[in-house]
Structures are given as structure tokens and as C-alpha cells.
């Protein structure tokens, strides 16, 4: 059995080589340790994750995008202590780099891995798909495993679910478990995870965009609501509740190239929108696709920031205003069942964003290849 001391003492052990750290406890008040200095953007805030009482770093790795263990490795370096993956991840390489970036000092990190458990999945098939995200990352246990990209209540009333989440507790496979999200269904699907106590940690999109607030001060410039208006609500639920708040997609589609011109000393775009949703209180970190040390350093430079000021806020007006009706947003669904032909619109737009916004041809292929029927029927479309 794993001593618990020690799991908690492996959540904040990679804050301690870096200047100027904040660990936030619980409370929200922060201790700040000084050792050593660094020349590149470091991690500079740790904070508590809910009731799980993991110290994460404020601005973690998400590797739907990596495979490159000296990627993992530089995010580490500068102190990154929490590295997201899922099976599904690059058919596995995802989990297969952080497996080998880790090797020989997984208790300096935290780790966790998804599986889409179905409404009807059996515990023995969950418990499959956990052991092989072990075996590719190396180890016998993931701090938090999620039922991932939950867009169905049904999947999570699944009683095998919650069975084999137990059962994997009691073998220490798994310390916590959660439920990510972010389909049109995700306020429905978190509001019973909440209420239900099944979900230690959730993980949400969540950017500017979907703030009410955002774009009610911005309907002198153009008519555009907030899709999820519901989000602020349970995102505050699950702060009351104790439960870990991650959020994801915090780059409202990472046209980060269109936004280059209008960036000054004062910070980039992604930095902006970094603060944004740090700022909020009811998140307690989010994540990242980090693809390369570059990308690395830049995203880091925003760890530790609590507010937003005068030129972040340009530059995210600046960014709704030119994406204003081409990004297809998280949750929006105004698009569901309005297909003669049943195509999966906004599942079908979400490719085309990795595609040609992300530059990741590979994983659009295989997500388009996913839907059932693609958007073929596109082509000859009349309507």
C-alpha cells in the first residue's frame, strides 16, 4: 500500500528548486520559499487541488499534443509537477513519453490518464483500459483517473463505473477520480457528478469566452452571448463542494499567430488568457498542450498571476473581435440535429480546428475518423 504522506509530499516536492514559489494552501494563503534562480519562465505558484490536497502547479502540461519525452522533461525542469494524459492521446504515445520522460522519479510527479467509460462498459473493461495507461506510463498508480469527455449523464450513473473506481482505490491503482468535459451536456453531466459525490476533480473548458460578464461589456463592439452561461455556477459549486477545479481549451481556439502583431512588452496573448482564467477563484489550475520547449517558456511566463490588467484585457477584446463567428464554440449546440443528413457539425468543425488552427494533421485524422459518417455528405449539400 502507498503511504499517504508520501503521496502528498510528492505533490509539492518540485516546487521546492524554484525562486520565489507560492504554494496556496487550502485557505488561499500562500508561503513563498526562495532557493535558486532561474533565467527562463518558471512555475512560481503551486495551489491545493480541492479535497485531494495535491499542490499542483498553477500552469500544467497537457500532452494530447506530445510525444517528445524532452519536451516532458523541460516542462519538469522548470517546474511543472502535473502531467495530464489520456489513452486516447496519440493511440498511446502520449502516455508512452511522459512514461519515459519519468522513469526512475515518478514520485516528484503527479500523473493522471482518462478512459471514455461507456454508459454500458462493464468494470473489467475500465479496469482494462487503466492498466494499459500503467503500463504505457510506467507505473502502478495515476493520481487521478477521469471518466473523460462526458457529454452523457447515463455514462456517469453507470454503477460498474463507481464499482471499479473503488476497486481500483482499494488496489491503489488510482488515489482520485474525476470527470472531464466540455459538450453541450456538461453542465447536466457536472451538476450530477457534484451532487452525487462522485468526481474528487473536474476538468472543464473554460476561457474568457464563456464568461457572460466578458461579452456583456462588449456588445458596443459586436452581438455575440456567452455559449455556457451556466459555467461560473458550477464551477462556484464545486468550490463549496471541495471538489479539484482544472480548466482546459483555455485558448479559445489558439489562433495564437493571428495575435502576434498586437503583442508588446506587456505579455503575449496566450499569457493574457492564462491570467484571465487564473484569476478566477474557482479554478484551481489549468492545462496546456505543451508541443515545444518554446511554447514551454512562453506559456510559463503568465504562472502566478492573479489579475488581469489594462493590456491583458486588449488583447483578449482584440482576439474575440477577430474570431467573432469562426470559432465554433465548446457546449454551443445550435448546430445539433439540424443536419438532414445527421452530420456531426460541431464535432466535424472541432477537427477542422486541429487541422488548421493547431497545425495537427494527425490528430484531426484521427478524431474525424472517429465520426460516424465524417461530413461527407457535406459535399454535395444543397441546404
Known sequence: MIDRRKFLKAGTSAALGIAGVSVVSRDGRAQTTETRTAKAPNIRRYRCLGRTELQVSDISLGSSRTTDPEVIAHAYDRGVNFFDSAESYRWGNAEEAIGKAFKGRRDKVILTSKTKAGANDSRREIMKSLEGSLRRLQTDYVDIYFNHSVNDVDRLRNQEWLEFTEAAKRQGKIRFRGVSGHGRNLAASIDYAIDHDIADVILV?????????FYDQLRHTFHWSAIQPELPRFLKKAKQKDVGVLAMKTLMGAKLNDMR??????????QAAFRWVLSD????????????????????AASGSTALSAYDRQLLERYAFLQAG???????????NVCPQNVEIAEALRTRMYAVDYRDEQLARMDYAALEGGAAA??????
Open 205 to 213: 473548458a473554460y476561457n474568457f469566452s464563456q464568461d457572460p460578464d
Open 261 to 270: 502583431p498586437y503583442e508588446r512588452s506587456g505579455g503575449t496573448f496566450s
Open 281 to 300: 477563484p474557482n479554478i484551481d489550475a489549468l492545462l496546456i498542450s505543451m508541443s515545444s520547449t518554446r511554447s514551454i517558456d512562453e506559456y510559463l
Open 326 to 336: 469562426q470559432y465554433c464554440q465548446p457546449g454551443c449546440n445550435a448546430c445539433a
Open 378 to 383: 457535406c459535399i454535395t449539400c444543397t441546404t
